[in-house]
């Protein structure tokens, strides 16, 4: 679940700030007109996206990377004509023209087209450890990624009603501005990435040394590195946009004739700054999706250290009164190539058998298991294994391992151990 909350965040933050605050603006500078061409952009994007996820979905073609570079040329292209446009004529309320309208329309569509089609196809790829959809695996992350997508429709509808509200169009209209510069600037260094791929695809003659790729190389290798940096830029623009909302609502400053009618302001007022409120506590939960909680999330839990035992030419002997406290085990074996098997063993509660298998899986490979609370989880999906399974085949499971029991050890066959070699290469 806590995956799907920051993923989805992550992947449609910067889209949605940028296409609300569009919407927002061409809807004051523009009028219906720009509101309505602009929702025609955002159903444009929408479907487009919905049929690249399509042909994503259920074609063995890699259709990512050409598609990646033809958006990347249309968002700078749209960013630029955008800017130059609201620049000559876009500086008081109803004076755009179709042309702004159009612009916009156009970011917000390729925007979308570039942002969305991951995510819908995330349902489709989540790890049920082959129980499928019905299985409390698939349901969890559904519930992540549906969160995700409901928080971010309620930030999206709380920016809007406050950026219709910020006083004079100009603030909102910069902001949207400086938000799709960033994002463009972004996406002329992913543009470029290689560098030397991209200039060959266009035909350009280039020198195949460092050197010659000068500040074009220098940013592409930024955008790669602090990739996250331009959505937190993003991020502190829409705080600014709604701290701006806040503070115009503070005061009445609208004429009135009587006391009715300033109460009446008052509360308009009160509205604003609520939804000003909420809208900021979706840009701080969303920081913390982005930050603390995917920490968390991709944290690199520390195996533990392997145990002792004893080992002979034929078998490994573990003594069963060091591994009766129904916590997990861990011993690890290094074969004559130089490669360290590892396997658990953890005594199955209310029973005398044990759960043993290699400290790999068919499914996440030889990442391991860590014991958390009582419980084996695996370190790579953070699933939580039944410890009554363990030793069967199937989803996340430990690899079986074959054992005996006899003169109060637990007796490995050295033979089954090295086969499991392949698990860890």
Same mark, same amino acid.
């Given at each position: 679940?806590?995956?799907?909350?920051?993923?989805?965040?992550?992947?449609?933050?910067?889209?949605?700030?940028?296409?609300?605050?569009?919407?927002?603006?061409?809807?004051?500078?523009?009028?219906?007109?720009?509101?309505?061409?602009?929702?025609?952009?955002?159903?444009?994007?929408?479907?487009?996206?919905?049929?690249?996820?399509?042909?994503?979905?259920?074609?063995?073609?890699?259709?990512?990377?050409?598609?990646?570079?033809?958006?990347?040329?249309?968002?700078?292209?749209?960013? #630029?004509?955008?800017?130059?446009?609201?620049?000559?004529?876009?500086?008081?309320?109803?004076?755009?023209?179709?042309?702004?309208?159009?612009?916009?329309?156009?970011?917000?569509?390729?925007?979308?087209?570039?942002?969305?089609?991951?995510?819908?196809?995330?349902? &489709?790829?989540?790890?049920?450890?082959?129980?499928?959809?019905?299985?409390?695996?698939?349901?969890?992350?559904?519930?992540?990624?549906? #969160?995700?997508?409901?928080?971010?429709?309620?930030?999206?509808?709380?920016?809007?009603?406050?950026?219709?509200?910020?006083?004079?169009?100009?603030?909102?209209?910069?902001?949207?501005?400086?938000?799709?510069?960033?994002?463009?600037?972004?996406?002329?260094?992913?543009?470029?990435?290689?560098?030397? =791929?991209?200039?060959?695809? #266009?035909?350009?003659?280039?020198?195949?040394?460092?050197?010659?790729?000068? &500040?074009?190389?220098?940013?592409?290798?930024?955008?790669?590195?602090?990739?996250?940096? &331009?959505?937190?830029?993003?991020?502190?623009?829409?705080?600014?946009?709604?701290?701006?909302?806040?503070?115009?609502?503070?005061?009445?400053?609208?004429?009135?004739?009587?006391?009715?009618?300033?109460?009446?302001?008052?509360?308009? =007022?009160?509205?604003?700054?609520?939804?000003?409120?909420?809208?900021?506590?979706?840009?701080?939960? &969303?920081?913390?999706?982005?930050?603390?909680?995917?920490?968390?999330?991709?944290?690199?839990?520390?195996?533990?250290?392997?145990?002792?035992?004893?080992?002979?030419?034929?078998?490994?002997?573990?003594?069963?009164?060091?591994?009766?406290?129904?916590?997990?085990?861990?011993?690890?074996? !290094?074969?004559?190539?130089?490669?360290?098997?590892?396997?658990?063993?953890?005594?199955?509660?209310?029973?005398?058998?044990?759960?043993?298998?290699?400290?790999?899986?068919?499914?996440?490979?030889?990442?391991?298991?860590?014991?958390?609370?009582? !419980?084996?989880?695996?370190?790579?999906?953070?699933?939580?294994?039944?410890?009554?399974?363990?030793?069967?085949?199937?989803?996340?499971?430990?690899?079986?391992?074959?054992?005996?029991?006899?003169?109060? =050890?637990?007796?490995?066959?050295?033979?089954?151990?090295?086969?499991?070699?392949?698990?860890?290469?």
């Amino acid at each position: 679940m806590l995956k799907y909350l920051w993923t989805v965040t992550q992947d449609l933050f910067v889209a949605v700030t940028l296409v609300t605050l569009m919407h927002a603006t061409l809807a004051r500078l523009c009028g219906a007109k720009g509101r309505r061409l602009h929702a025609w952009g955002i159903a444009l994007g929408v479907v487009a996206a919905i049929a690249l996820a399509a042909v994503k979905g259920t074609s063995n073609r890699i259709v990512t990377s050409r598609w990646n570079h033809v958006i990347y040329i249309f968002v700078m292209g749209f960013t #630029l004509l955008y800017l130059i446009l609201t620049a000559i004529k876009g500086r008081r309320e109803g004076e755009g023209g179709a042309l702004i309208a159009l612009s916009g329309a156009g970011l917000s569509a390729t925007m979308i087209f570039y942002a969305l089609p991951g995510v819908l196809l995330y349902p &489709f790829n989540f790890n049920t450890m082959g129980e499928g959809y019905l299985s409390s695996y698939y349901m969890v992350r559904m519930a992540g990624w549906l #969160l995700a997508l409901i928080l971010l429709l309620v930030y999206s509808r709380t920016l809007y009603l406050c950026a219709l509200r910020i006083k004079p169009v100009g603030w909102v209209s910069g902001i949207t501005g400086a938000g799709a510069l960033i994002h463009a600037a972004y996406c002329f260094g992913r543009f470029f990435a290689p560098w030397v =791929n991209r200039a060959k695809w #266009l035909h350009w003659s280039v020198k195949y040394t460092d050197e010659a790729y000068g &500040f074009i190389g220098d940013w592409m290798m930024f955008t790669a590195n602090h990739a996250m940096l &331009f959505i937190w830029l993003v991020a502190v623009l829409a705080a600014a946009a709604l701290v701006i909302c806040f503070i115009q609502n503070v005061r009445v400053t609208e004429p009135y004739d009587n006391p009715a009618q300033r109460r009446k302001l008052r509360a308009r =007022n009160r509205s604003f700054r609520r939804m000003a409120c909420v809208a900021l506590a979706g840009v701080a939960l &969303f920081a913390v999706f982005m930050s603390v909680v995917k920490a968390y999330d991709t944290r690199v839990v520390e195996l533990s250290a392997p145990e002792t035992y004893t080992v002979d030419d034929e078998n490994i002997y573990i003594p069963m009164d060091a591994v009766n406290d129904f916590h997990l085990h861990r011993f690890e074996y !290094q074969t004559e190539n130089g490669v360290n098997i590892r396997w658990i063993v953890v005594r199955k509660p209310n029973s005398a058998a044990y759960g043993v298998g290699l400290d790999a899986c068919d499914v996440c490979g030889n990442a391991g298991y860590y014991e958390r609370n009582g !419980q084996v989880v695996c370190r790579r999906c953070d699933v939580v294994m039944n410890i009554n399974t363990i030793g069967f085949k199937g989803g996340c499971n430990p690899i079986p391992l074959s054992y005996e029991v006899g003169d109060g =050890n637990l007796i490995f066959k050295l033979a089954d151990i090295i086969a499991g070699e392949k698990e860890f290469k």
